[in-house]
């Protein structure tokens, strides 16, 4: 069993690659149920997006969804790497990719708020 509790925790952006889609002002809801792990997830840049993932030690393999205020449907896959702080935050650091024609990859960081 994992040391990681996700179950109603919310999460915000740290730090994008230029091509990613989400701002600072997008909240991350996260729940749990043994490995599974969901998110629901809006604000700024998204309207709406949804979170899969299997929890596999210290990191998460995830699909991702949204549709955008510019109203794009996109989608897309990660690996998140987790952590905690030293004031026992947890820390997501995300290696995506999107699942378009062009495949752009980047990373990005989260922190439990």
């Known amino acids: 069993m ?10 915000s952006l740290v730090e994008n690659s230029e091509n ?10 996260y729940k749990q149920d043994g490995d599974v792990i969901t998110a629901d ?9 949804k979170i899969i993932g299997k929890l596999n030690n210290n990191s998460i393999t995830m699909l991702y969804q949204c549709l955008t205020q510019d109203r794009q449907l996109k989608a897309g896959k990660a690996i998140a790497n987790i952590s ?24 990005s960081e989260y922190i439990e708020n």
């Open 84 to 107: 905690i702080t030293k004031d026992n935050k947890i820390k997501l650091k995300l290696n995506w990719e999107w699942l378009d024609d062009k495949n752009e990859q980047g990373t």
């Open 20 to 29: 990613g889609q989400v701002n600072s002002e997008t909240l991350f809801k």
């Open 41 to 49: 997830y809006s604000g700024g840049t998204v309207i709406y997006g």
């Open 2 to 11: 994992s040391e990681f509790n996700f179950n109603n925790k919310t999460f």
